[in-house]
Every structure is written in C-alpha cells, then in structure tokens.
T-cell receptor, first 110, second 114 residues
Framework: NAGVTQTPKFQVLKTGQSMTLQCAQD?????MYWYRQDPGMGLRLIYY???????DKGEVPNGYNVSRLNKREFSLRLESAAPSQTSVYFC?????????FGQGTRLTVV | QKEVEQDPGPLSVPEGAIVSLNCTYS??????FMWYRQYSRKGPELLMY????GNKEDGRFTAQVDKSSKYISLFIRDSQPSDSATYLC??????????????FGQGTILTVHP
C-alpha cells in the first residue's frame, strides 16, 4: 500500500523540453491535486481534480496541463519547460477533510 | 489578493514556549480549515482540521477559527525541539463552484531550540 506515488523523484530539463510528471494513488480517493513549492511561497495549487473526468485551474496553471486518466492517475505536463518552473512538485489526493501527499519531484530547468 | 495569507515568520522560540501561528482567508463558502506540518524534504502531513468557529484541542495543539473575521490560528503549548518544522494552514472548499479546491498559506518555519 504505497498511498501516493510520484515519478520521477528528480529531473533536470533543458529550457524548451517537455515532460510529464506521473502520479498514482491506491487510496480510492476522488480528489487529486498538483502543487509546486518554492522557498517562501508555500504550496501553490497548479491544478486540481475533484473527481474522475473533471479538472480545474488553481492559482498558477500557466505553462502546465493535466490529465485525469482515471480515478487512480493524475498527470502533470510541461509542454515547454522554462527556468521559472524549477521547483518541487507535489501530488496529493484527498477525501473529505484530509489530503495525502506524495514524496515530491525535484525539477530543475536549466 | 491570495485566498489564504499566512504570517510568514520564521519563528525561533525556546523549548517550552507557547507558539502562535496565524492565517487569514477571503472566501466565505462552506469550508474546512486545516493545519499541516512539513518536515524538511518531506510532504506535508495533516495535524488538525475543523469546520466551525471556536477551538479544537489535540494534545499540545489547539486550532482556533473565527469565521466572522476570517482568521485561523494554531497554538502549540510546551513546544519541543521535535516541533521544529514548517507549518501550513489550508482551506478546503466543501461547497460552491470551487468544490474540492484545497488552498495553502505560505507556511511558517518554526525552530524550537533546547
């Protein structure tokens, strides 16, 4: 029982490259989230999905796309990476009053 | 205006001190109010949640909500070095068009020194 699994854990991209961050849960929760965390900025919501088949923008959606493939999986895509997207990315899932987080992906764009 | 604003700190206190962490929020929809704790290089973990105005206690931790002024607080009594972490307030929208949206404050880094 892994909870929330994010892949990869670390990634270095060149400016302009694309990549997809994967997130999978085995907790059967409806809501899933993608956040980025930068020093002094807390967790900023990129996109969220309140249920399978729905996605909504959060606070900082520009430069990202998401796909809720099924109830288990919620992926985050960077189409053309920029240095400003260097950050730690967290996927989370939630049910009622608690969100459970993955271990994070450290992304560096050079 | 950010939906959730948190006093940024950082805070450094001696062991045994009472710690007060504070946030304000702007949305009036039905919501849950949460506090998360995050240790270095880890994901956040839920400490406490509440949905009504008033106080909720759990051991040395007390969460306080004042819906009339849109203010939430976390108090830590008899603080310990093991409480050193980043503390984040969070608001979960439980109704309306943003149902399911979970928004965090900026976080406060707390250091409790022996």
């Amino acid at each position: 029982n892994a909870g929330v699994t994010q892949t990869p854990k670390f990634q270095v991209l060149k400016t302009g490259q694309s990549m997809t961050l994967q997130c999978a849960q085995d907790m059967n929760h409806n809501s899933m989230y993608w956040y980025r965390q930068d020093p002094g900025m807390g967790l900023r919501l990129i996109y969220y999905s309140a249920s399978e088949g729905t996605t909504d923008k959060g606070e900082v959606p520009n430069g990202y796309n998401v796909s809720r493939l099924n109830k288990r999986e919620f992926s985050l895509r960077l189409e053309s990476a920029a240095p400003s997207q260097t950050s730690v990315y967290f996927c989370a899932n939630g049910e009622n009053t608690e969100a459970f987080f993955g271990q994070g992906t450290r992304l560096t764009v050079v | 205006q950010k939906e959730v604003e948190q006093d940024p700190g950082p805070l450094s206190v001696p062991e045994g001190a009472i710690v007060s962490l504070n946030c304000t929020y702007s949305n009036s929809a039905f919501q849950y109010f949460m506090w998360y704790r995050q240790y270095s290089r880890k994901g956040p973990e839920l400490l406490m949640y509440t949905y009504s105005s008033g106080n909720k206690e759990d051991g040395r931790f007390t969460a306080q909500v004042d819906k009339s002024s849109k203010y939430i607080s976390l108090f830590i009594r008899d603080s310990q070095p093991s409480d050193s972490a980043t503390y984040l307030c969070a608001i979960l929208n439980a109704g309306g068009t943003s149902y399911g949206k979970l928004t965090f404050g900026q976080g406060t880094i707390l250091t409790v020194h022996p």
